[in-house]
C-alpha cells in the first residue's frame, strides 16, 4: 500500500530530498524518546508526552467519494491520527481550538512559527486526493517544528473504503518515527464479544480495528465461542467453540467465512495459539481428566504430543523464533509457567512468586512472557523468559488473558468486575502507566492482536 | 477458606427441584411403568414422571449435582451418597444416555477452569462408572466458569458454581 509520494506538480518545488540531510540531527534530537531495550527509561514519552499537532488535511480539489467527500475525509483522517497519537500515551494532541487552517502549499511548507506559539513540537500534516483510479491517496508530513525541519514522508493510496487505513498508516509512520519503537495501529482484534446475564451469556467473536471502528461479528452466538487468536498471517483465526455441544478448536477463514475442525478426536480440545509462521496450532485436549499440549499442523493430521504429566498443562505460547514455548501446569500443585523447546523436550519451570501464574503469551519481540497472576485477584504482569525480572502492570478485581500488540509495547487484556456485569477490554503498556479501557459496542473479553497488516 | 455444607449450599440454592430431591429417599425398588405411558402423553391424567425422563431422574435421586472444594475433583462422602442413588437410578435405566457437565466458580482463568471442569465431569463419570454404569453411556463436557448458576461474587455463590451436574436428556 505504501508507495513513494508522486510529484504532484503543487509540490515540485519541495526538494524533500533535502529532510535527509536534516534527518540526522533530528534523530539525535529525538534520543531520549527513542528505542532501547524494553526495560530501560522509555517512558520520557509517557510522563512528559510529546506535544504535537495534526490539523485538518486540505485536499486539492473536492470530490465526492463513497466514504464521503475529500474535504470530510481529510478532516476525518487527521482525527483518526490524533486518536491513535493520544491513545499511544506518547503524545500530547494540541487542543483543536489552537489547531490553524492548512492549504495545499502550506502541507509542505509549514508555518513553524505559527506552530511554534501554540506549543507544538511536533506537527502532522497531509493531504487527501481522490485518484481517477477510484482510490484515495493520503500524503502524510511529519515535522519537526523547534528545529524546522521535515523529519519523514509518506504516501498512501487506499479502497475509498480503507481510508481509516491510511491515517493509521500516518499514524503508525509519526509513531514508530517518534519513539523509535515499532508500529501497530493498522492492525486489528479479535474477541469475544459478551452479552446477557452471567448465567445465560451469549458470545459472539468479533473483529474490529485497534480503535474499535469497522466492528463486524463473525458468529452468531448460538454456540459459546471462546479464546480467538489471529494468525501471524492475519488469514486465519484459530478458536474453540461448543457447536453441537463438542467443545472443539475450529479455524476460521476471514477472506471465505467458513470454518473448520482442526483435530477429530472424542475430546475437548481448548486453548489454541498459532505457530509465528503460521504453520501449526498448539493446543490443549483434555483425555479423561488429563489436560496435555499437543501440537498439529493447521491442514490437520495426527496432533504431536508435547506434554505428558497427570495435570492440567494449557494456554501454551511459542516463543516469536518458534523454537521454544512458554505453557502454564498445575504439575507443581497449583499453576506456574514453564518454558519448554518446540519439541516437548526441556521442561522447566520459570514462575517462583507467591500466588499461580497462568496464561502466559511470548512478546512478539521475544524478550518478555506476559501473564495473568492470581492471588487476591487477578493482575497482568511481565516477566522475562528466564523467569527473571517480573513486574505487575495492572491491579483490578480480575485482569485475565494477556495479548501483545505487534510492536511488543502495549499488551491488551480483560477486565471482570465483581458480580452480575460485563467483562471489558483494556491496553497497557509495558511500563504500567499507561491504562486504558478500549471502547466494545457489548461486553468484551480474550483479545488477541492481529499482525500489522501489509 | 470458608468451609460450607454442602447440603446448607443446596437450600441456599433455592431451587425447588434440589429441595423436593432432598426432602425425598430414593424407593428401593421401582414401581412399575403404568400402562399406556410410552408414547406422547397429552393427557392431563396423572401418572407419575414417565420413567427412564428427567422428572424420574430428579425424583429419585437425592441430586443431580455434587459440588467440589476450590480447585478440587474430589469426591467426598457427601458426593458419594448422591453419585450412588445416580448409579441405581442409570442401572435400573439401562436405555438412558446422560451428560456429565463440569463447571467451576469464576476465581479461575478461562483456559485452566475448561481443564478443571472436564477434571470433575470426569471424576463423577468414573465414579458412576465404578457403580456399574456403562462409561459408554456418559458424555462429559467442562463449561469451566462460562456457565455458573450463582451470579454472585462472594463465597456461597462460588460454592455453588464448584460442580458437576447429571443431564437426563429431557
Redesign the interface.
Given at each position: 500500500m505504501v508507495f513513494r509520494i508522486p510529484s504532484l506538480s503543487a509540490f515540485r518545488h519541495l526538494a524533500l530530498g533535502l529532510c535527509l540531510a536534516a534527518l540526522g540531527s533530528a534523530a539525535v534530537a529525538q534520543d531520549d524518546v527513542s528505542s532501547g531495550p524494553i526495560e530501560g527509561d522509555v517512558v520520557g514519552g509517557i510522563s512528559n508526552p510529546t506535544a504535537i499537532a495534526v490539523p485538518d488535511m486540505p485536499t486539492p480539489r473536492s470530490v465526492g467519494t463513497p466514504a464521503g467527500n475529500t474535504e470530510d475525509l481529510g478532516r476525518q483522517v487527521a482525527r483518526v491520527i490524533e486518536d491513535d497519537l493520544r491513545n499511544s500515551g506518547f503524545f500530547d494532541p494540541v487542543a483543536r481550538q489552537f489547531l490553524r487552517d492548512v492549504n495545499m502549499p502550506q502541507v509542505t511548507a509549514p508555518e513553524y512559527p505559527a506552530w511554534n506559539q501554540v506549543g507544538a513540537q511536533n506537527l502532522v500534516q497531509g493531504y487527501v486526493q481522490a485518484g481517477s483510479n477510484g482510490r484515495l491517496t493520503v500524503g502524510c508530513y511529519l515535522y519537526d517544528v523547534f528545529a524546522q525541519a521535515p523529519l519523514e514522508r509518506a504516501g498512501y493510496e487506499v479502497n475509498y473504503a480503507d481510508w481509516r487505513r491510511a491515517a493509521h498508516r500516518c499514524a503508525d509512520m509519526v509513531y514508530a518515527r517518534l519513539t523509535g519503537e515499532g508500529a501497530y495501529f493498522d492492525s486489528r482484534i479479535v474477541y469475544v464479544a459478551e452479552s446477557g446475564p452471567k448465567d445465560n451469556r451469549v458470545r459472539r467473536i468479533a473483529v474490529m480495528d485497534t480503535d474499535g471502528a469497522n466492528h463486524r461479528f463473525l458468529t452468531n452466538g448460538q454456540s459459546i465461542v471462546l479464546t480467538p487468536r489471529y494468525a501471524p498471517d492475519g488469514r486465519t483465526i484459530v478458536y474453540m467453540s461448543y457447536q453441537n455441544d463438542e467443545p472443539r478448536v475450529y479455524i476460521y477463514d476471514v477472506a471465505t467465512g467458513r470454518q473448520r475442525l482442526l483435530v477429530d478426536a472424542p475430546y475437548m480440545t481448548f486453548a489454541p495459539r498459532y505457530s509465528p509462521d503460521s504453520r501449526y496450532v498448539v493446543f490443549s485436549m483434555a483425555v479423561n481428566g488429563n489436560s496435555d499440549i499437543y501440537r498439529v499442523s493447521v491442514s490437520g493430521g495426527r496432533p504431536e504430543r508435547l506434554t505428558n504429566t497427570p495435570g492440567i498443562d494449557t494456554s501454551a505460547s511459542y516463543s516469536p523464533d518458534g523454537r521454544r514455548i512458554v505453557f502454564e501446569s498445575d504439575r507443581s500443585g497449583g499453576q506456574q509457567l514453564y518454558v519448554m523447546n518446540a519439541d516437548g523436550s526441556n521442561q522447566r519451570r520459570i514462575s517462583f512468586g507467591g500466588g499461580r501464574y497462568a496464561t502466559p503469551e511470548w512478546s512478539p519481540r521475544g524478550n518478555l512472557i506476559a501473564f495473568t497472576r492470581l492471588g487476591g485477584g487477578f493482575r497482568i504482569g511481565v516477566m522475562r523468559p528466564d523467569g527473571s525480572g517480573e513486574r505487575i502492570l495492572t491491579n483490578s478485581w480480575q485482569d485475565e488473558g494477556p495479548s501483545w500488540a505487534p510492536n511488543g509495547r502495549v499488551i491488551h487484556f480483560f477486565r471482570t468486575p465483581r458480580g452480575n456485569s460485563l467483562p471489558s477490554l483494556w491496553s497497557v503498556d509495558v511500563t504500567g502507566r499507561m491504562v486504558r479501557r478500549l471502547p466494545t459496542p457489548v461486553g468484551a473479553s480474550d483479545p488477541s492482536w492481529s499482525p500489522l497488516r501489509d | 477458606m470458608i468451609q460450607f455444607s454442602k447440603t446448607a449450599v443446596l437450600l441456599a440454592a433455592g431451587s425447588a427441584l434440589a429441595l423436593g430431591a432432598c426432602s425425598r429417599s430414593a424407593p428401593d425398588e421401582l414401581p412399575p411403568p403404568p400402562v399406556g405411558t410410552t408414547g406422547p402423553d397429552t393427557t392431563p391424567t396423572y401418572s407419575g414422571p414417565p420413567p427412564g425422563s428427567r422428572e424420574d431422574f430428579l425424583a429419585n435421586t437425592a441430586s443431580d449435582t455434587i459440588f467440589f472444594e476450590t480447585?478440587s475433583?474430589d469426591i467426598d462422602p457427601e458426593d458419594r451418597a448422591i453419585l450412588d442413588s445416580q448409579a441405581a437410578w442409570l442401572v435400573a435405566n439401562p436405555g438412558v444416555r446422560v451428560?456429565i457437565e463440569g463447571h467451576c466458580d469464576?476465581?479461575?482463568?478461562?483456559?485452566?477452569n475448561?481443564?478443571?471442569g472436564?477434571?470433575r465431569a470426569?471424576?463423577a463419570s468414573?465414579y458412576l462408572a465404578a457403580r456399574g454404569v456403562d462409561a459408554s453411556r456418559m458424555t462429559v463436557?467442562?463449561?469451566g466458569k462460562?456457565?455458573?448458576?450463582a451470579?454472585?461474587?462472594d463465597a456461597a455463590s462460588w460454592a455453588q458454581n464448584r460442580r458437576a451436574v447429571t443431564v437426563v436428556p429431557m
Open positions: - | 480447585d475433583h451428560t469464576e476465581r479461575g482463568t478461562r483456559e485452566y475448561l481443564a478443571l472436564e477434571r470426569n471424576a468414573n463436557i467442562s463449561y462460562e456457565r455458573p448458576i451470579l454472585g461474587s
